[in-house]
């Protein structure tokens, strides 16, 4: 009974926050880096066909913690792969499915977003989601691909409480609408820069004249720095930074978990190149990606053009290749600045959205709005 009322508690958790979350956006503060505009909705969901499902899971007094999901399209991943590359900034982390995607280039799981030591329950979970979806009856080798930050500041993180109910409801409630950001899903019971972290996301149209392409990032922040928006010194203005202390244990621990989308027609050695773009619009933020920050990128591209589906899938497809390519490396240039302000404006909206998170580990305070928009004033960052 306790365990149906967490689930339903989570169930409940995740449908509302679209609409219920009062906490801004960056862009909603004038806070716009970059060039380039957003898609409709400035989310990875942007990018025709991503899909993105969560829960959060809050019980008793001790867990926070919870699951995303990412699919590339409205398919069967497994059946209908889409090429892919992951970039490691800091190793220091558990991204389970890492090398396979590294030899073939290819995705062919959704992406599962967590804490650290729900990893291997999650894949487990979502393994078995997928046997037992239709055209799997013949399949004996599935590479789950599952990320994690730790969030054990706030979260019981050694009861690794994930449930094969949660991570199917997560995985069956992913949508193309918009995404809930800030203290929700994987983000639950995260924290960077010292202010709560979470799950953000944001997006990139480029003008037809460099494409029409659309790029999307979504970020499970969770790590440290010296925090800076737009350029402005923030954690240092507000008092909450790395190094502030002349001895400091674990200076910029944590990690991130940033997965990247695009329409483009991208083979894997490009998107290797778009994924390693993604880690400027990390930098711009404050991180120096610290000794144990775990800091990585997933990218992946969804245009038929370059998707690879299964043999007997291939028929499917005869007519959709015909008369088209890949993008040549001198048409990328764009793209590295999509991702990069993507990216950027995404952990922005982690940090703006979510909201302050107690348990018994202690509590975890949210960004305050209204001194980080005064610090940008000052600085002339923004004018409202």
């Known amino acids: 009974m306790v365990r149906f009322a967490a689930v339903l508690g989570a169930l409940i958790a995740m449908a509302p926050p679209v609409v219920a979350q009062s906490r801004p956006r960056a862009r909603d503060l ?4 970059g060039e380039f505009r957003p898609g409709s909705r400035n989310a990875i969901t942007d990018v025709a066909g991503v899909r993105v499902g969560q829960v959060t899971v809050t019980e008793g007094d001790s867990v926070r913690t919870g699951l995303t999901a990412i699919f590339p399209h409205a398919g069967n991943p497994f059946l209908d792969r889409v090429p892919a590359a992951i970039v490691v900034g800091n190793g220091h982390g558990k991204l389970l499915g890492s090398t396979q995607v590294a030899e073939l280039g290819e995705l062919e799981t959704p992406i599962l977003l967590t804490c650290t030591l729900c990893v291997w329950k999650a894949a487990d979970a979502m393994v078995g989601w997928l046997l037992e979806q239709p055209g799997m009856d013949k399949v004996y080798s599935i590479n789950p691909l599952v990320g994690e930050t730790n969030d054990a500041g706030l979260n019981a993180i050694r009861s690794r409480p994930i449930t094969p109910t949660q991570v199917r409801t997560a995985l069956e409630s992913a949508s193309t609408g918009e995404v809930a950001e800030g203290s929700v899903g994987a983000g639950a019971g995260t924290t960077a820069f010292g202010w709560k972290g979470g799950i953000g996301t944001s997006s990139r149209k480029l003008p037809g004249a460099l494409g029409g392409w659309t790029v999307g990032a979504l970020v499970q922040s969770n790590y440290g ?3 800076q928006i737009l350029g402005v010194p923030v954690g240092r203005e507000l008092g909450r930074y790395s190094f502030q202390h002349e001895i400091e244990k674990e200076p910029g621990a944590g990690s991130i978990m940033i997965v990247v989308a695009t329409d483009a027609p991208l083979d894997d050695r490009n998107l290797r190149r778009l994924a390693t773009r993604a880690l400027l619009g990390l930098g711009r933020t ?6 144990t920050s775990g800091d990585y ?6 245009h038929p053009a370059v998707r690879r589906p299964l043999p007997d899938a291939a028929a499917r497809r005869d007519s959709l290749v015909s008369g088209r390519r890949e993008l040549a490396n001198q048409e990328m240039s764009a793209l590295f600045e999509a991702v990069a302000e993507s990216t950027e404006e995404a952990i922005y909206n982690s940090l703006f959205r979510a909201t302050m998170v107690s348990s018994r580990f202690g509590t975890v305070e949210a ?12 600085y002339r960052a923004i004018e409202r």
């Open 286 to 291: 404050g991180s120096f990606m610290g000794n």
């Open 30 to 33: 004038g806070v716009a880096p």
């Open 367 to 378: 960004l305050p709005i209204d001194r980080v928009t005064a610090v940008l004033r000052k």
């Open 297 to 302: 990128v997933i990218a992946f591209a969804t």
């Open 225 to 227: 720095g010296i925090l």
